[in-house]
């Protein structure tokens, strides 16, 4: 009797790419892949390499603005200031992070946009959200689970056919990018978005205020890629999604 059960071989290929797809197609959390102790250590050593490669800055009035705002967000997310630190970069490129292990990041070019504190606790209160709501290790999961099933796709499909392996784990690959290894998804992003705006609001700052500073942005940042592909949403489409969020709060 002939077995009409797939090989082992071709099982485990299939469930490789299988885990690919449907991660990538998730719309909540992946499986943590990694613990919470392992993402700070990564956070921490991250911050340590950055540090002895870019410079603090020297502006003191953007040290002082930063320290005020970190500190009324996080005192209102339930947060011990004492417990992070936060620092501005001398660089100028308009951007700032969040690290597993308490650490906020501010890099000098941000305050050519963000020329207000109403602007700069939306930029702080965004990234404090990463945190709460564990992006990082949910990155970090989704990245080692997405590169085990790839190499092992392109491993199963290379013993068989190699011409057909480099097509279907590229293929892979780029379902695997979309979904899952760009910094932060959509998803994401909103997520921080809300809880920046709620975190604002909550500190006494002026939520609305982030509207102004996402156009601003968007008029820094000049021509943008696809939508589909955009490591944050498009402008239209985050600022409509803060609107929700904004008429939820109290006036």
Known sequence: MACSCMTRRGFLATTAAGSVLSLSGCVGAPPAMVSSYEVEAMGLQAWSELRAQVPLSRETAYR???????????????????????QVFASPEVNAFALPGRKIGVYEGMFRVARSADHLAAVVGHEIGHLSANHPQE??????????????VGGLLGARNVGNADVITAALGLGAQVGLLLPYSRNQE??????GLRAMAGAGYDARQ????????????????????????APAAR?????QVLATLPA
């Open 239 to 243: 600022i409509d999604a803060m609107q």
């Open 64 to 86: 002082s603005t930063l320290d005020q705002v970190s500190r009324r967000l996080l005192v209102h997310a339930g947060e011990t200031p004492e417990a992070w630190e936060v």
């Open 139 to 152: 990155r970090i999961s989704a990245e080692v689970a997405t590169d085990t099933a790839l190499q092992l």
């Open 190 to 195: 909103l997520e921080a978005d809300a809880f």
């Open 210 to 233: 982030a509207l102004d500073l996402w156009r601003r942005m968007e008029l820094e940042g000049g021509a943008r890629g696809p939508e589909f592909l955009a490591t944050h949403p």
